[in-house]
């Protein structure tokens, strides 16, 4: 049986191997050195750890150990949904890999005592430039799902966006975290509905409604539709897993009947969420609250949210898991920055599970990080606890990160401290 020492050696052993090998870039050096980067991503993956799991948050050295926990705890098919992306999967190995193309350039005598990790994001501020992103039905991992989320929140000062398909309302997540969280819209293109949304979110307390733009299609979740049999995507067929933990759903019921209509439900779907300007427009003069774009990935939407008057940006790709495209969020995020000008916070999401990420993008401009899948592993794995220990892993990285770059606080973090590789 192979140890985790001697695993990392054959490892070693094959990338020196590919290094030195006088054929990898003799034919087609361009496609050779992509293909040494993808296997390196591959042979290098952000593995659970060997032996035992943790037993407590307590004991996690990184946030990985937390997804080896919820591997074990959740179903198979609970656990295919959190983890799939979508097609052959390349968007989920970009966002990481992306990471690879930046060096940080570190400054050294720097006298970072007192080092502070405060900022403050929209008018709302927080401890640490790291924000939980939305994410669905996260009662689907625990039962107290958002609201276990929300006390970890509060117990760590973070900043909450909540997802319109919360699996707890609105009103208990705001009693749960104390304090106003931020409210992701996934709206169809119909006024009444979409004016409800909004109108709920602004009484309830809400500061930031963030519009999410990249449910224009649905790709395909191979690995998820195992689970859920061979039909159409859209949850119209659902396994005796899905039905027998949570019934049939309203998207299943939704889809039969679309079905039995001669509608494809997908395209159904597809066409009620298709979004373009003047509803951002119309959105944007419904509310008091500020108005971020979640889901920008070029320099031109972001320049045109900018003259539309939207009040901030997400870069996001939705953790690989609407398209499969091969660019990471953190290699798009300079372009953004640069259109961007300053005008606008610049938020980004997608891949990030180390103190290191999130320097490298608060380095490249961006004015906070949002993780998803890492706080969904520590909800998995231990509830609320669970959640509090991902943060404070991760808050603990970035100031580690911090110390070493001689930067003393979130403002001094510039592109100063990172290149291209």
């Known amino acids: 049986m192979l140890t985790r020492q001697s695993l990392r050696a054959s490892r070693r052993t094959l990338l020196q191997f590919l290094l030195s090998s006088p054929l990898l870039l003799a034919a087609r050096p361009g496609a ?8 390196i991503a591959r042979c290098e993956p952000d593995l659970s750890p060997a032996g035992e799991l943790i037993a407590s948050p307590a004991d996690a050295i990184n946030v990985f150990d937390f997804r080896a926990v919820a591997k074990q705890t959740l179903s198979p098919g609970h656990y295919a949904f959190l983890a799939t992306g979508v097609d052959h999967e390349r968007g989920l190995h970009a966002n990481r890999a992306g990471f690879g193309r930046f060096g940080l350039r570190p400054r050294r005598m720097v006298d970072v005592r007192g080092l502070d990790t405060a900022t403050e994001i929209l008018g709302t501020q ?6 939980l992103a939305p994410a669905g039905m996260q009662t689907t991992f625990h039962p107290e799902g958002e609201l276990a989320v929300a006390r970890a929140a509060k117990s760590t000062d973070q900043l ?14 705001l009693e749960a975290r104390g304090a106003p969280v931020w409210f992701m819209l996934v709206t ?13 979110a602004e009484e309830a307390g809400c500061n930031v409604v963030v519009l999410t733009t990249d449910y224009v299609g649905f790709g395909s979740q191979d690995r998820l539709r195992r689970f859920r049999g061979p039909g159409d995507p859209f949850p119209s067929t659902e396994s005796r897993e899905c039905q027998s933990c949570h019934g049939p759903s309203t998207g299943g019921r939704i889809g039969r009947i679309l ?24 959105i944007r003069d419904a509310t008091s609250m500020k108005l971020v774009l979640k889901g920008i990935l070029t320099h031109e939407d972001a320049s045109i949210a900018v003259e539309r008057g939207v009040d901030g940006i997400i870069v996001s790709n939705h953790g690989a898991k609407q398209m499969d495209n091969s660019l990471s969020t953190i290699e798009v995020l300079p372009e953004i920055v640069h259109a961007v000008a300053g005008r606008i916070p610049v938020m980004i999401d997608s891949g990030f599970r180390r103190g290191t990420d999130v320097f490298t993008a608060l380095a490249l401009g961006a004015s906070a990080v949002c993780i998803g899948r890492p706080y969904l592993w520590g909800l998995a794995a231990f ?5 509090e220990g991902v943060l404070r892993v ?20 510039s ?4 290149q291209p590789t």
Not at 126 to 131: A, D, K, L
Not at 191 to 198: A, S
Not at 400 to 409: A, D, I, L, Q
């Open 383 to 387: 509830g609320e606890p669970g959640v």
């Open 188 to 200: 169809p293109r119909l006024w009444p509905v979409t004016r409800f949304q909004i109108k709920k």
């Open 126 to 131: 927080v401890s640490c430039p790291i924000v």
């Open 259 to 282: 079905t039995a209509f001669g509608q494809d439900p997908l395209e159904f779907a597809s066409d009620a969420l298709t979004l373009d300007w003047d509803y951002v427009d119309r």
């Open 394 to 413: 991760l808050s603990r990285e970035f100031e580690t990160v911090m110390r070493h770059m001689g930067t003393r606080n979130v403002a001094s973090i």
């Open 415 to 418: 592109r100063d401290f990172v």
């Open 160 to 173: 909450q966006i909540l997802s319109t398909l919360s699996g707890k309302s609105l009103d208990q997540v």
């Open 32 to 39: 050779a050195l992509e293909e040494l980067v993808e296997t």
